[in-house]
């Protein structure tokens, strides 16, 4: 691949190290990311990985704008209260790099439309709100043996992982949905923007090393992040072998439709 100049000025940042180079370059350009969700987590994820110059990026949200959400989603202006959040999204990375195909989808993933979508990407941003879409991107990823990146956050606290195919899922490590009401949603409990911005930029740099094949991803560990105490702690996981969904003799094999409770990250 031949860049013109404006992409050599544009990615020289990235070009002159060596872990990237060209062809790490030309490796970005051609690949494609979902991200499942454009509020606090997607939204620095998406604009990381669109200034990087991921190549694709598709963005799955059935959200209109809503002021409550601009303390933390920063794709979003004021200006976009009331339009889909996809809508804002497009806007801001067709502004943001010409180089990058932006594909929406308004509505929500569910068990009969997951694994149609994700299929023709490479890797998966889970940015979602709540535990059911979580499962179900997991559930789908493993089945369809595509990478992903998971993060939560709640008040000063996040997590994050990395799923590579025969590595650690998310529910090898939490086997189900936790009961309706025992976590409280981020509206009921409240968070702080800038952590969830601190998660959404890991995801980016995840995506971005798995094209790169450089460095460590954070597979078979959890990276847990306190902004209150300002500490990181990675905890390191095992695959569990009994694991319903990825597991030696797996028990899930189709979809699933958990009951939605809604959180607004």
């Known amino acids: 691949m031949e860049f013109n100049d ?20 030309e490796k970005l350009l051609q690949s494609k990311v979902l991200i499942i969700g454009a509020g606090g987590l997607g939204s620095p994820a998406v604009l990381y990985l669109a200034s990087a110059g991921v190549g694709t990026i598709g963005i ?11 303390q933390r989603q920063i794709l979003h202006f004021t200006k976009d209260v009331g339009i889909s959040k996809v809508d804002s999204a497009k806007e801001k990375l067709n502004l943001l790099n ?24 490479d890797f998966i941003i889970d940015g979602t709100d709540n535990f059911p879409a979580k499962f ?25 992982m990395t799923y590579i195919p025969g590595h650690t899922c998310y529910r090898c490590v939490f086997l189900d949905p936790p009961p309706a009401r025992v976590v409280p949603s981020c509206k009921e ?29 954070l597979t ?14 990675k905890v390191s996981l095992s695959k569990n072998e009994d694991c319903p969904v990825c597991g030696k003799n797996p028990v899930i094999t189709s979809l699933i439709d958990y009951e939605q409770q809604i959180c607004n990250v």
Do not use: C
């Open 189 to 217: 409990a409240g968070v702080l923007g800038s952590v969830v911005g601190t998660l959404g930029t890991i995801q980016a740099t995840e995506a971005i090393k798995y094209f790169l094949n450089q460095g460590s991803l």
């Open 60 to 70: 799955v949200d059935a959200d209109k704008v809503d002021l409550s959400n601009l």
């Open 220 to 233: 078979d560990s959890l990276l847990v992040f306190n902004a209150f105490e300002m500490s990181f702690n």
């Open 6 to 25: 404006e992409q050599l000025l544009r990615y020289s940042r990235q070009i002159i190290l060596k872990q990237v180079g060209g062809t790490g370059q």
């Open 136 to 160: 179900l991107i997991n559930d789908a990823a493993v089945m369809l043996g595509k990478p992903f990146s998971h993060a939560g956050v709640l008040r000063f606290e996040g997590q994050t």
């Open 98 to 121: 010409s180089d990058v195909k932006v594909k929406t989808y308004n509505f929500r993933v569910d068990s009969t439309n997951i694994k149609d979508l994700i299929k023709e990407y």
